[in-house]
């Protein structure tokens, strides 16, 4: 990290969802850069078909150099959520950084068209993804009003454009974009800024597990070149750089790839590498929904 190796020291966020993949990057980067990092996720025992607890990203935050606080939290649950608010308020008395992450699981909706499947679905996916991180939202906002200052990040996708993966899953992420963008408008006059984030394909813990590696070297995932995938630090580090942005408030309504956030702020993944993940997103539409099925499925 360039300058100043804990830019956010003194700050507090919260990151929901962070057992694994894009809550874990984020919340180890924020850590790393300084931040106490309240983080959310239900998983408390190892679980091999899905690796990740909170206490393993706790330790890995504080191998980062972070202070890590893990909670245990079912975001389908309000009062749970609410209960991580008040006690960040109670240890710390500010929230500086929110990233909404949490999401429900989606392989079960992948390959299958809307009327295959169950209604309920819509309640999970929408209830654990749109409502939890209007939810988080709310009770963060008092704290950021309060001190006139603040980052509300929700981790959205290009699918609220464009079909991917299914039907309910855009509708929630549409439901995601409508919000960053009516809630900075209201929260604008506090200088509390919320801004949308489009991750490519992230290459989690459960991801490399079912990765091949080729002769040449190339990682390959159900037959897809990974060449252009990132790994989970990479919107970790668009997220600090959206943190320690003074001008973060030109960009508060609106949107961004990660590879857009590299090239303005000057960051890379941790190979030194800028993945374009519009090229992987055109190489995604040619492998259809069947690498979906596959991948979100693993």
């Known amino acids: ?22 809550g874990k990057g984020i919340a180890i980067e924020l850590g790393a850069a300084g931040a106490a990092v309240y983080f959310t996720g239900r998983s408390t025992t190892e679980d091999p078909q899905r690796p990740g607890t ?15 606080i893990p909670i245990r939290c079912d975001h389908h649950v309000d009062a749970e959520v609410a209960e991580v608010f008040e006690r960040v308020r109670k240890d710390e008395g500010r929230l500086d ?44 906002a008092p704290m950021m009003i309060e001190q006139r200052s603040g980052l509300i990040v929700n981790v959205s996708s290009h699918g609220s454009r464009e079909y991917l993966m299914g039907v309910i899953y855009g509708v929630g992420k549409a439901g995601v974009e409508k919000l960053t963008t009516d809630m900075s408008k209201e929260l604008r006059e506090y200088d509390v800024a919320v801004i949308s ?39 970790g580090r668009g997220v600090v750089a959206l943190a320690t942005d003074e001008a973060r408030m030109q960009r508060t309504g609106r949107a961004f790839w990660g590879a857009e956030l590299a090239y303005d702020y ?11 993940a519009r090229k992987l997103h055109e190489l995604l539409k040619q492998s259809g929904p069947s690498f979906w099925k596959d991948v979100v499925g693993s």
């Open 197 to 235: 984030i489009w991750p490519g394909l992230v290459i989690g813990e459960n991801r490399l597990v079912e990765a091949v590696k080729q002769p040449d070297g190339r990682l390959t995932l159900h037959g897809l070149d990974l060449s252009y995938a990132e790994t989970p630090a990479f919107p």
């Open 97 to 140: 950084i929110l990233v909404n992450n949490a999401t429900a699981e989606l392989g079960s909706m992948v390959g299958k068209r809307f009327w295959e499947l169950p209604v309920e679905l819509w309640d999970d996916v929408i209830g654990v993804g749109l409502r939890s991180h209007y939810v988080a939202s709310l009770y963060a």
């Open 54 to 68: 909170i206490g393993a990203t706790a330790a890995e935050i504080q191998d980062a150099g972070g202070r890590a």
């Open 266 to 276: 000057g960051f890379t993944d941790v190979d030194g590498s800028i993945p374009d």
């Open 1 to 22: 990290m360039r300058g100043n190796d804990k830019p956010l020291s003194g700050s507090v966020a919260v990151v929901t969802g962070a057992t694994r993949g894009i």
